[in-house]
């Protein structure tokens, strides 16, 4: 294993953590925060040139990026060895928990492997078209009702499987905090985001608390309560690392960048942060989808 920096931050470091680098191996740090290798370790590249990447050091066994990216640059994707491994904090949910891509015949493939958060990247691979709520931006307060908590019963782990479970199944998930006194974000800042309507937040506890007009943020509460049913209900928890995806490259944008679509459940998958999951796959190699339960109607306690 390639010894990294002390210096990195704690992020980076649970990360290089969670990379399975071996000796001999040729590595592309793509620096865009921490250089957790040095250069007798890595090739390194960072700001503009980091979405280029570096094809005079590759093919590479891994690609190690340090900031969170909305995608995968395709530059990447052309400099890693057929059996080579990407592993990038890759925006889902307001979060960057790092994903582990490799490339197959139908495309770039992922599964999560460590739920954590990175500094944004700026420039072509974090644009911001591709984004619905910037997380340091504060939901304009006050808070306008809650629904109490108790019924889901969720620890610090199975709160980061569920928040990954609904950003999976929902793009208007993200991660944002409320301008209101009594809003707590060490309790939890897992929110539906609906401008129109209102926002909703689960927090640690199962609690939901919401703001907005309480008739049109009362349509995002029984949503997002109705989802973590589902999650708690009909799928069993799984973990965050029960997941895996395809990619779809998005031309769109200035710099064309491989996003994450269509995430799926794999059949088994162990829950264990930090380390890649190894599944046994059932014929099909995933799980259906599940279709969503009827939306229960809570009965809602009156905002303090």
Request: glycine fraction near 8%.
């Amino acid at each position: 294993m390639i010894k990294h920096q002390m210096t990195a931050s704690p992020a980076t470091a649970a990360l290089v953590d969670a990379v399975d680098i071996r000796p001999g191996q040729r590595v592309l740090q793509v620096a865009l925060g921490d250089r957790p290798y040095d250069e007798d370790q890595a090739v390194t590249v960072s700001g503009e040139d980091a979405y280029l990447g570096d094809p005079s050091g590759g093919p590479y066994d891994r690609i190690v990026v340090t900031a969170g990216v909305a995608g995968i640059s395709p530059h990447w994707l052309d400099q890693l060895a057929p059996d080579g491994v990407i592993y990038a904090p890759v925006a889902h949910g307001g979060m960057h928990p790092v994903l582990a891509v490799r490339k197959r015949a139908a495309g770039p493939h992922a599964r999560p492997v460590l739920w954590t958060d990175f500094p944004p990247a700026s420039g072509p691979l974090r644009p911001d078209a591709l984004f619905r709520h910037d997380p340091t931006h504060l939901v304009p307060g006050p808070i306008s009702f809650r629904l109490p908590g108790g019924h889901l019963g969720l620890s610090e782990q199975s709160y980061q499987d569920l928040w990954f479970f609904l950003a999976a199944r929902d793009a208007r998930i993200t991660r944002a905090e409320l301008d209101d006194p009594e809003f707590d974000p060490a309790n939890g800042c897992c929110a539906k985001r609906e401008p129109a309507h209102g926002t909703a937040w689960i927090q640690t506890d199962g609690s939901i608390v919401a703001a907005g007009d309480r008739n049109r943020a009362m349509a995002v509460v029984n949503l997002l309560l109705a989802q973590a049913t589902q999650w708690d209900k009909a799928l069993d928890r799984p973990s965050f690392t029960q997941w895996q995806c395809g990619f779809q490259r998005d031309d769109l944008v200035s710099h064309p960048l491989w996003l994450p679509h269509r995430w799926q459940l794999s059949s088994q998958a162990p829950r264990i942060s930090g380390v890649e999951p190894r599944a046994r796959r059932s014929p099909g190699g995933t799980r259906p989808a599940v279709a969503s339960p009827p939306r229960p109607r809570p009965t809602l306690a009156p905002a303090r």
